[in-house]
Structure formats: C-alpha cells, structure tokens
C-alpha cells in the first residue's frame, strides 16, 4: 500500500526558511506526479505547488512563486518543497499528493480541472510568527 509522510514542518519566524519533505512507500515515485496543498484555519485548500513526471514540469501558485521550490528524486522516493522567505499568511498545514503522472503539472494543482489524486498524507504544520 501506498503511503506518503510528510516532515519538516515547525515554528519559524517571517523572512526564514524550510524544507519540507514528502516520503514516498509502497511503490516508486516515478509512478506518480505529486501536489502540495496547505489549508489554513477557515479557508480551503490551496494548490501551493505541483510537479509531473520531471522536475522541468512544475507549477507554483501566485502567492509562492518566486519563494519556493518543489524537487523530486526519484533515487530517495522524495519531493521536497524548500520554502525561503516565509510569510505569516505562509501559516497552514502542509500535505503531499500522489496522483497519475499528466502532461500538465499545473492541471494537477488548480481546482475543478478533473484532476484526482489517490493518496494523502497526513500534513506537517508550519508555522510563520513574529
């Protein structure tokens, strides 16, 4: 069976930095495109950053774009989302996707394109405080 586990999350303040890390078992990640989705007490889930089958084919939403960083490899069955300049409203919990691999890796992290994932973690907090 297929699990994902993320880790890296904590408490850092605004202006800092963190790598978060998603560990892939149960099968090898080049079989699957992989999301990153935060959701913040009230609000609803966020698409922060998607990659397919390469790490030339990635995706970043507005708010992130220039900030982070996702990279898979495949040799240690993780993706990795580094997270420099943090921001307060960076503050969420933090989880990792696995899916089937598609040509658009922005397909996989915008909503209501038709795009399903099939297996969750279970979320890494991070926290942005002054």
């Known amino acids: 069976q297929v699990q994902l586990v993320e880790s890296g999350g904590g408490l850092v303040q605004p202006g800092e930095s963190l790598r978060l890390s998603c560990a892939v078992s149960?099968?090898?990640?080049?079989?699957?495109?992989i999301g990153w989705f935060r959701q913040a007490p009230g609000k609803g889930r966020e698409g922060v950053s998607c990659?397919?089958?390469?790490?030339?084919?990635?995706y970043y939403a507005r708010s992130v774009k220039g900030r982070f960083t996702i990279f898979r490899d495949n040799a240690k069955n993780t993706v990795f989302l580094q997270m420099n300049s943090l921001k307060l409203e960076d503050t969420a919990v933090y989880y990792c996707?696995?899916?089937?691999?598609?040509?658009?890796?922005?397909?996989?992290?915008?909503?209501?394109?038709?795009?399903?994932?099939?297996?969750w973690g279970q979320g890494t907090q991070v926290t942005v405080s002054s």
């Open positions: 990659v397919s089958s390469s790490n030339d084919n990635t």
């Open positions: 149960g099968d090898t990640l080049d079989h699957y495109g």
């Open positions: 996707a696995a899916g089937p691999i598609i040509p658009s890796a922005q397909s996989m992290c915008v909503m209501f394109t038709g795009y399903e994932y099939d297996y």
